[in-house]
């Protein structure tokens, strides 16, 4: 029998397809960028499919939130290491989900 919901994959897919008109808008550099954060987005394709109850563009939102802090954070990091110095606060968890209880 086949699937009587669709995939996560397959909704991103669809909703990727849904933005080619604004895509081919967008000038090359932008286009560029674009691309890029729909790659961001289906990085994160298998977690989104295990949380169904979020929206698919919620999702892929914050799949595209998480690509673009780990590039902060290893910015932040090359930056601390080219600089010498670091900072760096003993035991603190950076979320409440992470303490424990």
């Known amino acids: ?4 919901v669709p ?3 397959v909704l991103l897919e669809s909703i990727v397809l849904e933005l080619a008109t604004f895509r081919r808008a967008l000038r090359g550099e932008d286009r560029k960028a674009f691309d890029s954060i729909m790659n961001m987005a289906r990085k994160h394709a298998s977690s989104s499919t295990v949380a169904p109850m979020l929206d698919p563009m919620e999702s892929m939102f914050l799949s595209i939130l998480i690509e673009q802090q780990k590039e902060i954070n ?4 090359a ?5 010498g110095c670091a900072v760096q606060q003993a035991g603190q968890p950076d979320n409440m989900l992470d303490k424990k209880q």
């Open 74 to 77: 290893r910015m932040k990091e």
């Open 79 to 83: 930056q601390i290491v080219s600089s």
């Open 1 to 4: 029998m086949g699937r009587t």
């Open 7 to 9: 995939s996560f994959r």
